[in-house]
Nanobody
């Protein structure tokens, strides 16, 4: 599967952005989809994921209550709605896909900058 992330940009603290990740192919429903981010001079970190089986979601503690992942299987697209953004959310955001425990497919990343 090929992934194309979009929707990044510059936003003030407290604002919102919605990232999209469009997937190619007709087997989108077979993948659990995830979002990761990498801030400047930091390691890439897991943000959250949405399950292929039941659309259940899981988030890292730092974004719980602020970020929401959803998917539209008809459009082969997964979304990351980010609310109440903070400067520490500034990062390149990546979408990824997995059949199981290994994130095997990655999008190219989209930059989110949150100004204070």
């Amino acid at each position: 599967v090929q992934l194309q992330a979009s929707g990044g940009g510059l936003v003030q603290a407290g604002g919102s952005l919605r990232l999209s990740c469009a997937a190619s192919g007709r087997t989108f429903t077979k993948y659990t989809m995830g979002w990761f981010r990498q801030a400047p001079r930091k390691e890439r970190e897991f943000v959250g994921r949405i399950s292929r089986s039941d659309d259940s979601t899981y988030y890292v503690d730092s974004v719980k209550g602020r970020f929401t992942i959803s998917r539209d299987d008809a459009k082969n697209t997964v979304y990351l709605q980010m609310n109440s953004l903070k400067p520490e959310d500034t990062a390149v955001y990546y979408c990824a896909a997995t059949y199981g425990s290994t994130w095997s497919w990655w999008g190219q990343g989209t930059l989110v900058t949150v100004s204070s």
